[in-house]
């Protein structure tokens, strides 16, 4: 009983291959436009395969769902392959957490992406303590954030688009 006990433990950890179609893309999103420069990302899978595994976690329903590596998944789908991925059981705050972190290592999202992905958070319920946790912004800046993404229409920042190297640092 120990021995399988160990061994479900180390399937926890373990890298897997997971059909795209098997993984929903999480209602939390850190980016405008995650489609957005994709190619180059498809390209270098179809030619060198996928080098980092995805982080997805499994729900109480049973399905899966991205934590990060959105891209990534978008691109294997693309390609028609299996995607590498960690599959991990993880409570929404785990997984906020472990999107942010791993996206502010990651990414150098716009003021305006970072912006709507606080307020994305904020309206799920989590709280700015999460969010400072999380997105790495302090509680007045996370609220400062809320409050620009609340007074500019939506359809009018998604005409913009990210606009990366403008607005707040």
């Known amino acids: ?16 291959m ?18 957005e420069g994709l190619e180059p990302l498809i390209e270098s899978i179809r030619a060198h395969g996928q080098k980092v595994p995805i982080l997805v976690r499994r729900l109480p329903s049973g399905e899966m769902e991205i934590v990060y590596g959105r891209r990534r ?16 059981e993880m ?32 309206d799920a319920g989590f709280d700015l303590a999460t969010v400072e946790q999380a997105i790495q912004v302090e509680a007045t800046q996370a609220s400062r954030m809320r409050g620009i993404i609340d007074a500019i229409p939506l359809p009018v920042i998604h005409r913009i688009g990210a606009a990366p190297g403008v607005g707040r640092r």
């Open 1 to 16: 009983a120990r021995a399988i006990e160990a061994l479900r433990e180390d399937d926890k950890q373990a890298t897997r």
């Open 18 to 35: 997971v059909s795209p179609s098997h993984i929903r893309l999480s209602p939390l999103q850190d980016r405008i436009d995650p489609q």
């Open 73 to 88: 998944l978008l691109a294997c789908r693309t390609l028609g392959i299996d995607v590498r991925a960690v599959v991990l």
């Open 91 to 122: 409570d929404d705050r785990s997984a906020l957490i472990a999107q942010g972190v791993e996206n502010a290592q990651r990414l150098e999202n716009s003021y305006i992406e970072r912006a709507l992905f606080v307020k994305q958070v904020l």
